[in-house]
């Protein structure tokens, strides 16, 4: 079974400082693996996604991720953060043998400091 | 296109009482799912239909019962609403031969 770990549930950072996410996945195969974002009271806007091939990924509102396959992490990035990227983001993971039905991590939650 | 819908947007039930969400997508996608959103446990898989007329189970799907009788509408039914059920439901659609699930804005549930 596939499963997908953040092991930070909350993340304080200044504004225009760096932001990283870590996120860990379970899976035997090649999984397809995503990156959600969720503004409060929102649903779920796509970040960005990794299906195959180049494994630095670069996504909406400045945000990149990078597929490493011998550490099974997709972590996603941002190099300088602005106030409105305080939200909560969700990595997840999903397969074709697993019918595309995508698992995902418990979200972190990012605070952003004036 | 307004893409993935759900009504009702919030809805407060007293335990025992049922009630159905309504997810329509005007994408004319094959693939439909339910999911709810608890604190800390992220989005988790409640049914899923791969198109009309068909539905599955997911990870969660004890207490639940849908029907995707339309292509683009995926109903999700509480017979006898429990407090456990008390979470923020999510649907999502899905192109055939696509990876990416499209979400609607959700619906904010509370059984007393």
């Known amino acids: 079974a596939q499963s997908v770990t953040q092991p930070d549930i909350h993340i304080t950072v200044s504004e225009g400082a760096s932001l990283e996410l870590r996120c860990n996945y379970s899976?035997?195969?090649?999984?397809?693996l995503f990156w959600y974002v969720q503004s409060p009271g929102q649903g779920l806007q796509l970040l960005l996604k990794y299906f195959s091939g180049d494994t630095l990924v670069q996504g909406i509102k400045g945000f990149e991720a990078e597929f490493k396959r011998s550490q099974s992490s997709f972590n996603l990035r941002k190099p300088s953060v602005h106030w409105s990227d305080a939200a909560e983001y969700f990595c997840a993971v999903g397969s074709k043998a697993a019918g595309n039905k995508l698992t995902f991590g418990g979200g972190t939650r990012v605070l952003v400091k004036p | 296109n307004a893409g993935v819908t759900q009504t009702p947007k919030f809805r407060v039930l007293k335990t025992g009482q049922s009630m159905t969400l309504l997810c329509a997508q005007d994408?004319?996608?094959?693939?439909m799912y339910w999911y709810r959103q608890d604190p800390g446990m992220g989005l988790r898989l409640i049914h899923y239909s791969v198109g009309e007329g068909t539905t599955a189970k997911g990870e969660v799907p004890d207490g639940y019962n849908v029907s995707r009788l339309k292509k683009q509408n995926f109903l999700l039914g509480l017979e006898s609403a429990a407090p456990s059920q008390t979470s923020v439901y999510f649907c999502?659609?899905?192109?055939?031969?696509?990876?990416?699930?499209?979400f609607g804005p959700g619906t904010r549930l509370t059984v007393l």
């Open positions: 899976y035997g195969a090649t999984p397809y």
């Open positions: 999502a659609s899905r192109p055939p031969g696509g990876n990416e699930q499209f």
């Open positions: 994408m004319n996608h094959e693939y």
